[in-house]
């Protein structure tokens, strides 16, 4: 079964306005959570790192007023795209790696994001 | 500055026969290789890895082989299956760097009945 749970898989929302997708890891801590941004036909963008009580570090690039992340806990890190325009429609995707002996990292289902 | 590249963006290969993605790297330090197989609309889904140590790794008809030297790491999947239909990610672990993930690109495996 999924590691790792993002909501809402799919949404739609209009010019202006803010939408919150949420990030959790079921069954493990994750003091680090990534969030990435894939646009058509092309490879997962790495957005920022979110850790666990402290400011996320983004990329290069990636507004960190336009894209806000928390971390408020050991299983939960939300990515709220404020202000959304179109271009920001995209699939926006979560991970998390797992702490133990061997490195891995569970990806969420993604979410869809149409801005109308 | 892309450190991991997948340069065939698809791959088309029929039913029963091998199909081999290839991905490059650029970074010596990467020690953790992985592939991760992504359907449209879904999040990637762990495949198989290898850690630097090794140069092969198999798992059922999947098969990852590294060659450092040439800082180059393939996956063979042998039989090739329709649901393997698929966008098959590389991706890159820098261990000293803690747990960024580093992408290729993608390629698009079609499997042809």
């Known amino acids: 079964g999924a590691v790792v749970s993002q909501h809402p898989s799919r949404v739609i929302c209009k010019s202006g306005t803010s939408v919150k997708i949420e990030c959790r890891s079921l069954?493990?801590?994750?003091?680090?959570m990534f969030w990435y941004r894939q646009f058509p036909k092309q490879s997962l963008m790495l957005m920022a790192t979110s850790n666990e009580g402290s400011k996320a570090t983004y990329e290069q690039g990636v507004e960190k007023d336009k894209f806000l992340i928390n971390h408020a806990s050991l299983t939960l890190s939300t990515l709220t795209v404020t202000s959304a325009h179109p271009e920001d429609s995209s699939f926006y995707i979560c991970?998390?790696?797992?702490?133990?002996?061997?490195?891995?990292?569970?990806f969420g289902q993604g979410t869809r994001l149409t801005v109308v | 500055d892309q450190q991991v590249k997948q340069n065939s963006p698809s791959l088309s290969v029929q039913e029963g026969r091998i199909s081999i993605l290839n991905c490059d790297y650029t970074?010596?330090?990467?020690?953790?290789f992985l592939w991760y197989k992504k359907y449209p609309a879904e999040g990637p889904t762990f495949l198989i890895s290898i850690s630097s140590i090794k140069d092969k790794n198999e798992d059922g008809r999947f098969t990852v082989f590294l060659n450092k030297s040439a800082k180059h790491l393939s996956l063979h999947i042998v039989p090739s299956q329709p649901g393997d239909s698929a966008v098959y990610f590389c991706?890159?672990?820098?261990?000293?760097?803690?747990?960024?993930?580093?992408f290729g690109t993608g390629t698009s495996l079609t499997v042809i009945p």
């Open positions: 991706a890159a672990v820098h261990g000293y760097t803690g747990n960024q993930f580093y």
């Open positions: 970074n010596s330090m990467f020690d953790y």
């Open positions: 991970s998390a790696t797992r702490p133990g002996p061997r490195v891995e990292a569970f």
């Open positions: 069954d493990f801590q994750a003091t680090t």
